[in-house]
């Protein structure tokens, strides 16, 4: 049985989000760009006006750091998946690469 590498797990269940709902955080406007919810957690996308974040817990404090970073805004759409899937494979594993 082929297991799905965390990138196609991302792609397969991402949602791109064309609302403009939006939050703040640490005094930065964060619009949702995309995300999903699967067995009670969620995984979300932001953006700023300069970069992106991503946060997948159901809570995330106002003064706290997104739990799995910064990305650089410049980066393509399949870039940052890229990204993200290192960042969450390196959580799974216990490696701190922030």
Request: with cysteine.
């Amino acid at each position: 049985m082929n297991m799905m590498t965390t990138k196609e797990w991302l792609i397969a269940n991402l949602i791109k989000n064309n609302r403009e709902d939006a939050i703040v955080r640490n005094g930065i406007t964060w619009n949702s760009f995309a995300g999903f919810t699967s067995c009670g957690c969620v995984f979300a996308i932001y953006e700023s006006d300069n970069k992106y974040c991503v946060h997948s817990s159901d809570v995330w404090k106002e003064n706290e750091p997104p739990n799995m970073g910064y990305y650089d805004k410049q980066l393509t759409y399949d870039e940052l998946i890229d990204k993200i899937a290192d960042t969450y494979d390196s959580i799974r594993k216990g490696i701190k690469i922030m």
